[in-house]
């Protein structure tokens, strides 16, 4: 993808000088940002969480939106896979609750970074398929991951590489619009993929795409190990920002699960900045019982919403 000099070149200049700034002023800039909006009547976001399926305890689908409902929890995200097949069945389940449908979990086949054009086009085709029933669903997006370090063989981590990506999450981010929905750039830690590991590398392919219709996300399990701070890392997506991930900053687990090392504080301050107004979405296992553990990890990400006041 061609890039204006001039435009690299502007670009280029201002990534220096807020570097040269640090993340105090970075931070000021943000909460300036911040009052402007609150200005226009904009009031601070709130806390909207989400369970993946696996997450509330209870056998069928009703059972585990009632029990969410008695929790507050006002966002569910599916698994892609097969999701087309479900849409009737959650749609009913959903009727007349406080409770959206969120992101969509993956759940395509293939990869999009594969050497072989089958595999590619296998991947666009069933995402398609699962974007076209996030759709129907209302959901915010249908996550997606260029590669993993097991889907081999794939294209090489190259500037052609990079500009093949954006081409293909032009094409998806066309299809999601016409559905009335997102693609969402998921990073993984290094352990899981070689490609697209920090929030920052997937805002900066949504910049360069430029499309209301390819977006990204975060996840705090991930950012444990790539990001050297959860407010830079959401500071800088943005307005990009399409979905955020959450779970115990140790063994992936329910937060709260691993004690004093589950703090989110600095990554809310951030989401309260940029004004986030999406879903912020369990995404982990549970070591204890797990009608105990759910309503006390739901206690404390509250908690911590609550202590990450605006430093406006």
Known sequence: MAQNRRNFLKTSITGAALLSMGGASLAAIACQDQKKRNGN??????????????????ETLNQKFDYMEQLGIVGFEPWGGGLPNRVDEITKALSGRNIKVSAICAGFKGFILSTDPTIRKECINTMKEIIVAAGALGSTGVIIVPAFNNQVPALPHNLETRDFLCEQFTELGNWAVQHGTTVILEPLNRREAFYLRQVADAASICRDINHQ????????????????????????????????????????????????????????????????????????????????????????????????????
């Open 41 to 58: 009547g904009k009031t601070t976001p709130e806390l909207k969480l989400s369970f993946q399926e696996s997450t509330p305890p209870g």
């Open 213 to 312: 219709g390819v977006r990204c996300m975060g996840d705090f399990w991930h950012m444990t190990s790539e990001e050297s701070s959860d407010m830079g890392a959401f500071l800088s997506a943005g307005h990009y920002l399409q979905h955020v991930h959450i779970a115990s900053r140790k063994r992936r687990s329910m937060p709260s699960e691993d004690g004093a090392a589950d703090n989110y504080v600095e990554g809310f301050k951030a989401l309260k900045m940029i004004g986030y107004d999406k879903y912020v979405s369990y995404e982990c296992g549970c070591q204890g019982d797990r009608s105990i553990i759910v309503p006390q990890s739901v206690q404390l990400l509250r908690e911590q919403w609550q202590e990450a006041s605006s430093c406006c």
